[in-house]
């Protein structure tokens, strides 16, 4: 997968060096691309903000270094087109099915802004050519998109074909559709069984490969019971068995 990002602060995706995404790079599974948008500026200062129409506080990205920025990286392969991706508080939620989708893309361009945002007239421009999707990683108001677009690029590269050791650890992970949609993974142990009286669930160690999973599950759902309603509700009736219905039943949520 090909991704570029447009920044004012390139040098803040330092970490896409390191850990998986860093090796997903050196196997060119994930070929990233940086750009810094001044060098779209047109002034001496290179200025790309301005105040905004209609007053207020705060500065907006200007239309132009943006729309040539975005111009360049299209010319990268003019005979394809990036999927574009503009974080912002007021965008979609991220979520894992969204990073799935992602996942599955040949090429995306983060555009990550400071200070009021882009002008909204480089989405609508782009928005008319192809597809452009303005994402927010949460409820959260971030000073730029920069940290947003790390999260994004984290989520999307460990769902790429070789990068996780284990091919099926995306499978269990908190979200992932299938036995765990909307479900949020249980506690995890490792070795030593006691650490500072604190004892490993006996289940665990039984070695009995069907109670395990249960008890996995069973704790997959309390503990979505626990931190997450909005998601127990948005369970499918038709993924929940006699047991998920008893659990959830106990625990005051009839399915
Ligand atoms: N005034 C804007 C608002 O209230 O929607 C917030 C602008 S914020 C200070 C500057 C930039 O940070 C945004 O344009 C976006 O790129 C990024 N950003 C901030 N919070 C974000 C979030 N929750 N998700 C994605 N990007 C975010």
Do not use: C
């Not at 503009?86 to 799935?100: D, E, N, W």
């Not at 142990?189 to 006691?194: G, R």
């Not at 909005?230 to 039943?249: C, G, I, N, Q």
């Amino acid at each position: 997968m090909r991704v570029d990002v447009i920044s004012i602060f390139p040098e803040y995706f330092a970490p896409l060096d390191v850990s998986l995404i860093g090796k997903a790079r050196e196997r060119g599974i994930l070929d990233v691309h940086l750009h810094q948008l001044r060098d779209w500026a047109r002034d001496v200062h290179r200025t790309v903000d301005d105040t905004p129409y209609g007053g207020g506080p705060g500065m907006v990205m200007k239309p132009e270094p943006w729309g040539e920025a975005i111009d360049a990286v299209l010319a990268a392969d003019p005979a394809a087109q990036p999927r574009i991706i503009v974080p912002t508080p007021s965008g979609v939620p991220f979520t894992q099915k969204l990073a799935m989708e992602y996942a599955a893309e040949p090429w995306l361009l983060f555009t990550p802004a400071r200070y009021e945002g882009i002008d909204s007239r480089v989405m609508a421009e782009y928005g008319a050519r192809m597809r452009v999707d303005e994402v927010s990683v949460g409820d959260y108001v971030l000073a730029g998109g920069e940290v947003a677009v790390l999260v994004m690029v984290e989520a999307v590269g460990r769902l790429l074909p070789g990068v996780l050791g284990n091919a099926h650890s995306a499978v269990d992970d908190s979200f992932a559709p299938g036995a765990m949609e909307n479900l949020l993974e249980g506690p995890v142990y490792t070795k030593p069984p006691e650490w500072r009286g604190h004892e490993v669930p006996e289940i665990l160690l039984s070695g009995h490969h069907g109670k395990i999973a249960r008890w996995r599950r069973d704790e997959a759902l309390r503990r979505t019971a626990r931190n997450r309603l909005e998601l127990l509700a948005a369970l499918d009736p038709e993924t929940l068995d006699k047991h998920d219905r008893k659990l959830l039943s106990e625990l005051g949520f009839p399915a």
